[in-house]
């Protein structure tokens, strides 16, 4: 498979047993990197599996992609034959990691006890919804659950006239699954000045509401309180992309640079010399009548006009583009962002790895495998004969395409 010959993480070896999509996005990005991902699903396969649309039943696009680069082994962990084939596989490992809560992994003898016994090298991560020390650690969790717990959807609110909305995207999956990687790599580290392995846990509320408080903690952060959680800047109602005369346009007026440049660009009008915009501090105490006086001078000119008297001012701007337009953006194109390949589906366009290495760059694997369609080959890595495969394989305990 392409992607797990190359990249920085060749080598390293992970037993994943992750579905939907929080730990699925993790341990793509492993595969992205080169390391052999073997995702270990239930005869039934992850659920993501199923979802429209995609010319297999069994793999949806949206599969097809959070799991490309990755290999497939389908046991039924319920049987001990095929919770003793895994064991096997991961006395190998460096790498395990799963989305279930805390009681489901016990029960299944897979905690972190039970697995650094046979492998103290391991990196055992948790990925899964609420921190197990706190009164929400049995909750289930999705990606709508926490942005609403995270305080996500009251943000969204106030730009919303008062209406609870969430985010176009699944945020909290992807933010708390690119802090499973970052986890993982950085254990991956210890590891190497101390031999051993350890357990990370990576709950998703505790890691968006750290995500959501960066720069909402704001006056919070005092004891006592110098004002209330809230960065007004990106809560005040007037920020939203400006209207123009025949579209809409994202303007980033910031710094003092930007806001001298932009003046400047406009040939100083008189109401710049309103002392509100004289300085950061002033224009963050009035950012709402600041942004309201914006939207009012966005609209005096096109969206190409303001973009060429923007971008020649130097002050940060870009047109609002939809999802297909960054099908074919030049920038993406001249950067070589998009990854198409010739594939059993035809031709399929993957997002790049955004991240550039010089001397080990990464790769994208191939799509989404089939259920259980390296479950000869992985069992076989692990030590098994063929004879016992065979056993799993008719037993039920291990699936395997006919």
């Given amino acids: 498979m392409s992607g797990r010959l190359q990249g920085p993480l060749a080598g390293v070896r992970v037993i994943?047993?992750?579905?939907?999509?929080?730990?699925?996005?993790?341990?793509?990005?492993?595969?992205?990197?080169?390391?052999?991902?073997?995702?270990?699903?239930?005869?039934?396969?992850?659920?993501?599996?199923?979802?429209?649309?995609?010319?297999?039943?069994?793999?949806?696009?949206?599969?097809?992609?959070?799991?490309?680069?990755?290999?497939?082994?389908?046991?039924?962990?319920?049987?001990?034959?095929?919770?003793?084939?895994?064991?096997?596989?991961?006395?190998?490992?460096?790498?395990?990691?799963?989305?279930?809560?805390?009681?489901?992994?016990?029960?299944?003898?897979?905690?972190?006890?039970?697995?650094?016994?046979?492998?103290?090298?391991?990196?055992?991560?948790?990925?899964?919804?609420?921190?197990?020390?706190?009164?929400?650690?049995?909750?289930?969790?999705?990606?709508?659950?926490?942005?609403?717990?995270?305080?996500?959807?009251?943000?969204?609110?106030?730009?919303?006239?008062?209406?609870?909305?969430?985010?176009?995207?699944?945020?909290?999956?992807?933010?708390?699954?690119?802090?499973?990687?970052?986890?993982?790599?950085?254990?991956?580290?210890?590891?190497?000045?101390?031999?051993?392995?350890?357990?990370?846990?990576?709950?998703?509320?505790?890691?968006?509401?750290?995500?959501?408080?960066?720069?909402?903690?704001?006056?919070?952060?005092?004891?006592?309180?110098?004002?209330?959680?809230?960065?007004?800047?990106?809560?005040?109602?007037?920020?939203?992309?400006?209207?123009?005369?025949?579209?809409?346009i994202g303007v980033m007026i910031y710094n003092d640079k930007h806001w001298r440049s932009f003046f400047q660009a406009l040939?100083?009008?008189e109401w710049t010399l309103d002392p509100m915009f004289a300085s950061m501090r002033s224009r963050t105490e009035n950012i709402g009548t600041v942004l309201t006086k914006l939207a009012e001078v966005m609209r005096e000119r096109t969206t190409d006009e303001w973009l060429a008297l923007l971008r020649a001012a130097e002050v940060p701007a870009m047109a609002i583009a939809t999802l297909s337009d960054l099908l074919h953006d030049p920038h993406l194109e001249a950067t070589g962002f998009w990854n198409e390949r010739e594939s059993e589906f035809g031709r399929l366009r993957f997002p790049g790895i955004p991240t550039r290495f010089s001397a080990t760059p990464g790769a994208i694997g191939d799509p989404g495998p089939a259920l259980g369609a390296d479950s000869r080959a992985i069992l076989a890595e692990a030590g098994l004969a063929p004879a016992a495969i065979d056993a799993l394989l008719a037993s039920g305990a291990a699936r395997a395409p006919a």
């Fill in 16 to 248: 994943d047993l992750t579905s939907v999509l929080m730990g699925p996005y993790a341990t793509q990005i492993f595969a992205d990197l080169g390391a052999d991902v073997v995702k270990v699903e239930a005869p039934d396969g992850d659920t993501t599996r199923y979802l429209p649309p995609g010319p297999d039943p069994a793999r949806g696009g949206m599969f097809l992609n959070v799991n490309r680069g990755k290999r497939s082994l389908a046991l039924d962990l319920k049987q001990p034959a095929a919770r003793d084939a895994l064991l096997k596989l991961i006395e190998g490992a460096d790498v395990f990691v799963h989305s279930m809560r805390p009681g489901a992994i016990r029960r299944l003898g897979l905690d972190y006890p039970a697995l650094h016994a046979i492998n103290p090298r391991l990196v055992y991560a948790n990925l899964y919804g609420f921190g197990r020390e706190g009164p929400y650690r049995d909750y289930p969790a999705y990606d709508d659950i926490v942005q609403a717990a995270s305080g996500l959807v009251d943000l969204q609110a106030r730009l919303s006239e008062g209406r609870p909305t969430y985010l176009g995207t699944v945020v909290a999956d992807k933010v708390a699954g690119l802090t499973g990687t970052y986890a993982i790599l950085a254990a991956l580290f210890a590891r190497t000045r101390t031999g051993e392995g350890q357990e990370v846990e990576v709950p998703m509320f505790e890691t968006l509401v750290s995500f959501t408080m960066i720069e909402h903690l704001c006056g919070a952060l005092f004891d006592p309180p110098q004002g209330p959680p809230e960065y007004p800047r990106v809560t005040a109602t007037a920020r939203r992309p400006y209207a123009t005369q025949d579209g809409f």
């Fill in 267 to 269: 040939g100083d009008p």
